[in-house]
C-alpha cells in the first residue's frame, strides 16, 4: 500500500502502520509542536497514561514526569521510546524532552516560582508516533527560604507537622551549608551534614526568631532538639551535637552571618 510501510518488530506478527509524513526523532521547538488539544497519531499503539504529578500537585522542585507506558494494540511487547512536552499556562511549550528510552523524564526547564503547567507523553518508533496521552498537570514550586532550598537537595521535609510563623530572608546563610560529609575528630564521628536540626535552627533565624526563641519553638511544637544558645558579648553560636552554627563576626550580632563549624571538642 502506497505511503504506508509494514513493521515486523523482534519476531511478532503485528503491524505497526506509519504515515508517509514521520516526524522526526530530534527534539521538537514551539513552533513545531501541535497544541495540547491534538492527538492524531500514526503508530498502533495506545496513549501512555500520566501517573504524577497530575491534578495540579504542587511539587518541590523540577518534577519527574510519570506515566504508564504505551501498549501496542496488536499485541507483543515492543520496546517504544518517549517524547514529553511540558506546556505553560498560555499552551506555550516550555521543555519537548526528545525521545527517552522509558516512560519518565525530569523537567529541567526553569519554572515561574507558583505558575500551573500541564504536560503529555506518546510513543514513538522508527520515526512513527501514538497518540498523545491525556494532560497531567502540577503547580511549580514557590519561593523558599534557603533552608528549605538545602532541604530539597537533602530529600529532607523541613516541617513536616506545625508550621512555623514568620517570613523567610531575614538572616544570611555563611559557609559550609552544603550537603557533604563531615568528620568529628574528637569523637572519630562521620555525619551528614546539614541535619535537618541545623536547617530548622536556620529557617527560624532567617524568619526573625532570635536563637533562644527559636529553640523554644521547635521543643514546643513537636521538634525536639538539644540545642544551646551561647549568646554575645563572648560569641555568639548555636552548639548541636558535632557543629556550632556561629554568628560571624560576634561583633556584628544579630546582622551577622551564620556558618557551620564542626567542633573540635
Do not use: H
Request: glycine share 8%; with cysteine; proline share 10%.
Amino acid at each position: 500500500m502506497r505511503g504506508r510501510v509494514r513493521f515486523a518488530i523482534a519476531g511478532l506478527a503485528a503491524a505497526f502502520i506509519t504515515a508517509s509524513a514521520c516526524t522526526s526523532s530530534a527534539p521538537l521547538t514551539p513552533a513545531a509542536t501541535t497544541p495540547p488539544g491534538s492527538n492524531a497519531g500514526t503508530l498502533n499503539a495506545t496513549a501512555p497514561v500520566p501517573v504524577s504529578p497530575v491534578s495540579n500537585q504542587q511539587v518541590v522542585k523540577g518534577p519527574t514526569l510519570v506515566a504508564n507506558p504505551a501498549v501496542a494494540t496488536f499485541g507483543g511487547q515492543v520496546a517504544f521510546q518517549y517524547r514529553f512536552q511540558v506546556f505553560d499556562a498560555s499552551n506555550t511549550l516550555v521543555q519537548d524532552s526528545g525521545l527517552v528510552a522509558a516512560p519518565t523524564f525530569t523537567v529541567t526547564a526553569a519554572l515561574a516560582p507558583g505558575a500551573t503547567y500541564t504536560w503529555r507523553v506518546r510513543a514513538e518508533l522508527n520515526g512513527s508516533v501514538g497518540p498523545w496521552s491525556i494532560p497531567g498537570s502540577f503547580v511549580a514550586p514557590q519561593i523558599v527560604g534557603v533552608a528549605s532550598a538545602i532541604a530539597a537537595q537533602e530529600n529532607i521535609v523541613l516541617w513536616p507537622g506545625a508550621q512555623p510563623p514568620g517570613t523567610t530572608g531575614q538572616a544570611t546563610l555563611g559557609d559550609n551549608w552544603a550537603p557533604a560529609t563531615q568528620y568529628w575528630a574528637p569523637g572519630g564521628v562521620y555525619f551528614q551534614s546539614p541535619t535537618a536540626e541545623m536547617l530548622r535552627l536556620f529557617d527560624l533565624i532567617d524568619r526573625g526568631f532570635d536563637p533562644q526563641a527559636a529553640i523554644n519553638w521547635m521543643n514546643g511544637n513537636g521538634y525536639p532538639t538539644a540545642a544551646q544558645w551561647y549568646p554575645p558579648p563572648e560569641k555568639a553560636v548555636i552548639g548541636i551535637q558535632y557543629v556550632y552554627l556561629a554568628c560571624t563576626p560576634v561583633t556584628s550580632y544579630p546582622n551577622c552571618k551564620w556558618d557551620v563549624v564542626v567542633k573540635t571538642e
